[in-house]
């Protein structure tokens, strides 16, 4: 069950709480389909029988122990071709909050995962409506990494890992939907530069030479920002090429 009385004009306002269903981001699509949801309602569950990752991806997490939910919003003001400064938005809310509790340097790997070390521990996925050449409507699904202690994968990880603390996951989503309005709030007021270049300086592997997969071959590179689509540039000896998510992968 949760209580959110966050501080807020309209994002949690309207919260539909679940025990369990199968994904936040699926339940939020049907609800607005069948009877229309406010913006700013928020879908949560302690439990996902098919949560829903990037890529066609799962997202399995324990029941119980993370935050899994989904915030309706309505961003009739972004143009389609500028749906990922959303993405910058949601990015930021998190990368903040988990900067906080953590009180450590925390990374967003491009688009969006946010990045303890080398360790995930949230995951974003937002879909779009789009109407025209505007967006309609976006559901944005959030798995933010609470309590769990145990992970399949060892590049995992969560609050509770990080600081040895069991954390109140109420708290926690009362302070996430504050930032997320807050950001979003911000991209309505058009603070479209100053997000980009604070998004920029967070980026996960920024400014060194790694290696990435291009177009099925590995090469080197360094992270230089995003472009305004959300293209990832990276410089190849003293190119600058940018990328969308189909053409890059990150390697080590
Ligand atoms: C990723 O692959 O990193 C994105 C994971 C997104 C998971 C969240 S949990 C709440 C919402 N519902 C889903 O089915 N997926 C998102």
Redesign the pocket.
């Given at each position: 069950m949760y209580k959110i009385p966050a501080n807020t004009l309209f994002v949690g306002k309207n919260l539909v709480y679940v025990p369990e269903c199968h994904?936040?981001?699926?339940l939020a699509a049907e609800l607005s389909q069948k009877t229309g949801t406010l913006e700013g309602t928020v879908v949560i569950t302690d439990r996902?029988t098919a949560?829903?990752?990037?890529r066609g991806?799962r997202?399995e997490t324990q029941a119980g122990k993370n935050l899994?939910?989904?915030v309706i919003l309505k961003p009739v003001f972004l143009a389609v071709r500028d749906q990922f400064n959303l993405t910058i938005a949601v990015s930021l809310a998190v990368h903040d909050l988990v900067t906080e509790l953590l009180d450590a340097d925390i990374k967003i790997k491009w688009p969006n995962?946010i990045m303890v070390g080398h360790k995930k521990i949230c995951?974003?996925?937002i879909e779009n409506s789009l109407s025209g050449d505007k967006i309609q409507q976006s559901i944005v699904?959030?798995?933010l990494n609470v309590n769990q202690t145990l992970f399949s994968i060892d590049t995992a990880t969560s609050l509770q890992l990080e600081k040895k603390l069991e954390f109140d996951k109420n708290e926690i989503a009362e302070n996430l939907l504050e930032n997320l309005e807050q950001y979003y709030l911000q991209l309505r007021e058009c603070k479209v530069d100053e997000l980009t270049k604070y998004y920029n300086r967070q980026l996960y592997w920024l400014g060194k030479q790694h290696f990435f997969k291009v177009h099925d071959k590995e090469m080197s590179g360094t992270i230089e920002g995003v472009d305004r689509h959300g293209r990832l540039i990276v410089s190849q000896e003293s190119e600058r090429h940018s990328y969308d998510l189909k053409e890059i992968s990150f390697l080590k």
């Open positions: 994904s936040t981001n699926t996902q949560g829903r990752g990037q991806s997202w899994t939910f989904s995962d995951g974003i996925l699904g959030i798995g």
